[in-house]
């Protein structure tokens, strides 16, 4: 995530993969403070993998 963000910061070839990274959406939260639905929207894309991971992993027969 980082890289995007400072890559299209570096390049402007690149400038536009920096929306797809979290600090691009996230900003100067300290100082300008945070978005709510920046904060919701990313916080529940988190959720959703890591459900799906879960899902995912206690369906793998990992004791045989």
């Keep these: 995530m980082y890289?995007?963000?400072a890559l299209g910061n570096v390049s402007e070839d690149l400038e536009g993969y920096r929306k797809y990274s979290?600090?691009?959406h996230y900003g100067?939260?300290?100082t300008d403070?945070?978005?709510p639905a920046?904060?919701?929207g990313i916080s529940g894309l988190a959720f959703v993998?890591?459900?799906l991971a879960v899902?995912?992993?206690?369906r793998r027969d990992i004791y045989a």
């Design 3 to 5: 890289l995007l963000s």
């Design 22 to 24: 979290v600090f691009y």
């Design 33 to 35: 403070g945070m978005d």
């Design 38 to 40: 920046a904060f919701f």
């Design 55 to 58: 899902l995912v992993f206690s």
């Design 49 to 51: 993998f890591v459900a």
């Design 28 to 30: 100067a939260a300290i």
